[in-house]
């Protein structure tokens, strides 16, 4: 899709008409970014039995050859479970608690806790901090239809340098909109603080686990080749019955485990 494209959607004064316009929009680059990958993992393929080395189709596409090698992969991988380990030893081993005991999860970082009690050396970034459409089973806890725009936190995890998670935090626009929330960089002193300023008192939440293929997306940002992930959706709901908060969390997943834990005490968003 180029920007004109993206223009003429933006430019539909028929609200409808654009929401319809860039959901279709957004099936067809899913689409198309699947397609690509089978793409390139051919081209690779069709490179290499025509004598080239591994190294040599590396350096051309100034990557390095190990990614040439996930890149063979990611395109042919079908829905089926791995048979075993991908690897013969995961790179790195990070817990992630369910639930998460709420001394962590009130934390300044529930990552950055956790992985400092486990030894290990945690990174973390953000990625985009903006609007977007919200896919089906984050709608569904936020009680909202898919493709319905919400205000999107994406942040990036490592342990030990290694790709480990990416975690989002999705906020109804009614709820959230022209608030701290949508302000670029980590929120100070932490999310649930902001949460509670805004008048929001905590009620439940629920998680919902989920292991399935990794896409195109999660694969390449998370170095991982043939590998499936575990998606964490965590909904946390507000005294006044109003789902305040779903945390979307995507783990790598022969990189970590879940310890099934009682949390105690009251809990956090």
């Not at 680059?29 to 069709?46: D, K, M, N, P, Y």
């Not at 998460?100 to 486990?118: F, H, K, M």
């Not at 994406?154 to 989002?168: G, H």
Request: net charge negative; with cysteine; glycine share 6%.
């Amino acid at each position: 899709m180029d920007a004109r494209t993206l223009h003429e959607i933006a430019a539909l004064t028929d609200p409808l008409e654009r929401a319809q316009a860039a959901s279709g929009a957004m099936a067809t680059l899913q689409g198309q970014s699947v397609e690509l990958s089978r793409i390139r993992r051919a081209a690779i393929i069709e490179a290499q039995d025509s004598g080239l080395l591994q190294e040599q189709i590396a350096q051309y596409l100034g990557v390095s050859p190990g990614r040439v090698s996930q890149m063979k992969k990611a395109g042919g991988s079908s829905h089926a479970a791995p048979i075993g380990p991908v690897e013969p030893r995961p790179r790195v081993l990070v817990e992630r608690a369910l639930p998460t005991p709420p001394a962590v999860r009130g934390s300044r970082s529930l990552y950055l806790t956790e992985a400092e009690r486990q030894g290990l050396t945690p990174e973390r970034k953000m990625l985009y901090v903006g609007r977007e459409a919200v896919n089906e089973h984050v709608a569904a806890g936020l009680r909202l239809d898919p493709g319905d725009e919400v205000i999107a936190r994406r942040k990036m995890f490592w342990a030990n340098e290694v790709p480990v998670r990416i975690s989002t935090s999705y906020f109804r626009c009614d709820l959230a909109a022209n608030t701290q929330l949508e302000q670029e960089g980590f929120i100070l002193p932490t999310l649930q603080a902001a949460l509670e300023d805004m008048g929001h008192v905590f009620a439940h939440a629920t998680e919902t686990l989920t292991a399935r293929p990794a896409t195109v997306y999660e694969a390449d940002l998370l170095d991982l080749a043939g590998e499936w992930v575990v998606q964490v959706l965590r909904v946390s709901v507000n005294t006044d019955d109003a789902p305040v908060h779903a945390l979307e969390t995507i783990c790598a997943a022969s990189r970590h485990v879940f310890p099934i834990g009682q949390a105690v005490g009251s809990d956090q968003f």
